[in-house]
């Protein structure tokens, strides 16, 4: 039985260590009827995970409405690729309740995942969160623009 999203399709990135998670949960999320874009890479060959990182961030930030997943080793490294770009918000999230804060409070177009941390089972909770949590608006946007703000250099520290 596939599950409800507000996301249409969902972008796919991976380095080597991230692999083996991103090949499962694009069956699970084949098996839930959401449609996915694999950027690579595609097979377990050791690569530089920033390259893979710019392939999915440089689509996030250039279209608002795509969305994405993102997994290598322990997420640490993709986390600080994907949060150079302006209007990427990758949310490293190693549990439900994070994942779901990150789309509720921060809007999160990308999540992150580290394929040597989380289990399979637990990844698909995780990005089943995420996918079915929207953003809450309110307060939260409010928030939000600050950080689209730091981005444009338009909102400075004391």
Known sequence: MAFKTFIKKLLLASDHAGFELK??????????QLET???????????????YGVKLADRVA????EYGLIICGTGIGMSMVVN???R???????DIYTAQMSRAHNDANILILGGRVVGKGLAEEIVR??????????????????????????????
Do not use: M
């Open 62 to 65: 250039r279209n608002p409405n």
């Open 129 to 158: 969160a995420w996918l079915q949590t929207p953003f809450e608006g309110g307060r939260h946007q409010r928030r939000v623009d600050k950080i689209n703000q730091i981005e444009a250099g338009t909102l400075q520290g004391d």
């Open 23 to 32: 090949e499962h949960l694009k069956e699970f999320l084949s098996q839930n």
């Open 37 to 51: 874009e694999d950027l690579g890479t595609n097979n377990s060959n050791s690569v530089d995970y920033p390259d």
């Open 84 to 86: 150079k770009y302006a």
């Open 88 to 94: 990427v918000r990758g949310a490293l999230c190693h």
